[in-house]
């Protein structure tokens, strides 16, 4: 039987390259064709392959990237993944991939670190889609979360996973149905990672990281079209967040209906057509 990331990616218009990016050796698919579109996974053991239930709708029409952060997946560690290291790795990423001006999605807590780069390098972007990022509103972890994601931390145990799964997935009985093998291949990848040490430290230091609020000052910054995505029933950073941002910053919000915090794999169909509908709008700010 094939290893478990490659049971996740089976299938899928993509080839997988390692490469030293600002001494990083990161992982990244690539696939597709048309404008680039870069994928950017949260703070999930897994790395990118967390994106495959889109993968091959999104390279019908992008050149599609989708590199796993380092530290995660199968990329290197580096020393401290704060906003400085990733803006130093993801330009370089972005020049080594020639993914020139490309639409950035970020997921998580990776919207904090998009932001920031955003608002420091847009005119490295075409634009932004901030996807269930609790960096841009006032943010606390909810108690319940913080319970489930120290238990998993310090025991990751199968049990433990599936106490965080459905957490973050409004129906996990329904979107495990919906593709056994993948979920299957999906969790055994997950728990394998979550024992490497360096994919610990790096999950800590996201978590510390992203979970803190980007200024109004910054996220004003960004100069690019900016669009928000959620599910309307996240329960690990609450919809209210993006509603809040999306008045405050004028940023159009597109939420997908029966779907928690990773709508991609809940539902894909539904998560795609939101994104269609982001991408659709003005490229003028």
Same mark, same amino acid.
């Given at each position: 039987?094939?290893?478990?990331?490659?049971?996740?990616?089976?299938?899928?218009?993509?080839?997988?390259?390692?490469?030293?990016?600002?001494?990083?050796?990161?992982?990244?698919?690539?696939?597709?064709?048309?404008?680039?579109?870069?994928?950017?996974?949260?703070?999930?053991?897994?790395?990118?392959?967390?994106?495959?239930?889109?993968?091959?709708?999104?390279?019908?029409?992008?050149?599609?990237?989708?590199?796993?952060?380092?530290?995660?997946?199968? $990329?290197?560690?580096? @020393?401290?993944?704060? %906003?400085?290291? #990733?803006?130093?790795?993801?330009?370089?990423? +972005?020049?080594? &991939? /020639?993914?020139?001006?490309?639409?950035?999605?970020?997921?998580?807590?990776?919207?904090?670190?998009?932001?920031?780069?955003?608002?420091?390098?847009?005119?490295?972007?075409?634009?932004?889609?901030?996807?269930?990022?609790?960096?841009?509103?006032?943010?606390?972890?909810?108690?319940?979360?913080?319970?489930?994601?120290?238990?998993? $931390?310090?025991?990751? @145990?199968?049990?433990? %996973?599936?106490? #965080?799964?459905?957490?973050?997935?409004?129906? +996990?009985?329904? &979107? /495990?149905?919906?593709?056994?093998?993948?979920?299957?291949?999906?969790?055994?990848?997950?728990?394998?990672?979550?024992?490497?040490?360096?994919?610990?430290?790096?999950?800590?230091?996201?978590?510390?990281?992203?979970?803190?609020?980007?200024?109004?000052?910054?996220?004003?910054?960004?100069?690019?079209?900016?669009?928000?995505?959620?599910?309307?029933?996240?329960?690990?950073?609450?919809?209210?967040?993006?509603?809040?941002?999306?008045?405050?910053?004028?940023?159009?919000?597109?939420?997908?209906?029966?779907?928690?915090?990773?709508?991609?794999?809940?539902?894909?169909?539904?998560?795609?057509?939101?994104?269609?509908?982001?991408?659709?709008?003005?490229?003028?700010?």
């Amino acid at each position: 039987m094939k290893p478990p990331r490659e049971r996740m990616l089976a299938g899928l218009p993509v080839t997988e390259r390692r490469i030293q990016v600002a001494g990083v050796s990161t992982a990244v698919l690539e696939g597709g064709h048309g404008p680039p579109l870069l994928l950017l996974h949260g703070g999930i053991e897994c790395g990118g392959a967390i994106w495959a239930p889109a993968i091959a709708r999104l390279a019908e029409v992008h050149s599609v990237v989708v590199p796993d952060l380092p530290g995660l997946g199968e $990329s290197e560690p580096v @020393s401290r993944l704060d %906003a400085a290291a #990733f803006s130093e790795w993801f330009a370089e990423l +972005l020049r080594q &991939t /020639r993914a020139e001006k490309p639409v950035l999605i970020a997921h998580s807590l990776a919207g904090h670190l998009a932001a920031r780069f955003a608002a420091d390098q847009g005119d490295l972007l075409r634009r932004l889609v901030i996807y269930a990022g609790p960096g841009i509103g006032p943010y606390r972890l909810p108690l319940r979360l913080m319970v489930i994601a120290a238990r998993f $931390s310090v025991r990751p @145990s199968a049990r433990n %996973a599936e106490r #965080f799964d459905r957490f973050a997935v409004l129906d +996990l009985d329904r &979107t /495990r149905e919906r593709d056994q093998e993948w979920w299957e291949a999906f969790s055994r990848y997950t728990l394998s990672q979550a024992v490497v040490p360096h994919v610990k430290r790096t999950m800590t230091e996201l978590i510390k990281t992203c979970t803190k609020r980007v200024p109004d000052a910054d996220l004003r910054r960004i100069s690019i079209p900016t669009t928000l995505v959620w599910g309307r029933r996240d329960r690990m950073v609450p919809l209210s967040l993006g509603e809040g941002a999306a008045a405050r910053l004028d940023w159009p919000l597109h939420v997908v209906e029966d779907a928690a915090h990773v709508p991609h794999v809940e539902q894909p169909e539904g998560f795609l057509r939101a994104l269609d509908a982001a991408l659709a709008g003005p490229l003028e700010p």
